[in-house]
């Protein structure tokens, strides 16, 4: 069974800073792609960043430069620490896992930021 959970998010002025973790459960692999997306409402779920086998990530344009990936194989969480963050970032970030046997999402992290 896999779990997913997710912590950090929260209220926060527009120009400051959150971190979101992820700790995954659940015979996930350092091989597994671990990310978050992150749905506003009235709007489709979209991908903010992903971490691929090896280390690459891939980030979402409007993210780049922003917001930093990063992964801890030993204790299976990844965080994204989110910098400068914008009213528009406000949404429901998720983490979510890519295994052979599917693709599994966390319940979901509200990010509010203020103007």
């Known amino acids: 069974q896999v779990q997913l959970v997710e912590s950090g998010g929260g209220l926060v002025q527009a120009g400051g800073s959150l971190r979101l973790s992820c700790a995954a459960s659940g015979s996930i692999s350092p091989t597994n792609t671990m990310g978050w997306y992150r749905q506003a409402p009235g709007k489709r779920r979209e991908l903010v960043a992903r971490l691929f086998t090896g280390g690459a990530a891939n980030y979402a344009d409007s993210v780049r430069g922003r917001f930093t990936l990063s992964r801890d194989n030993a204790k299976n969480t990844v965080y994204l620490q989110m910098n400068s963050l914008k009213p528009e970032d406000t949404a429901v970030y998720y983490c979510?896992?890519?295994?052979?046997?599917?693709?599994?999402w966390g319940q979901g992290i509200q990010v509010t930021v203020s103007s």
């Open positions: 979510n896992v890519v295994m052979s046997r599917g693709s599994y």
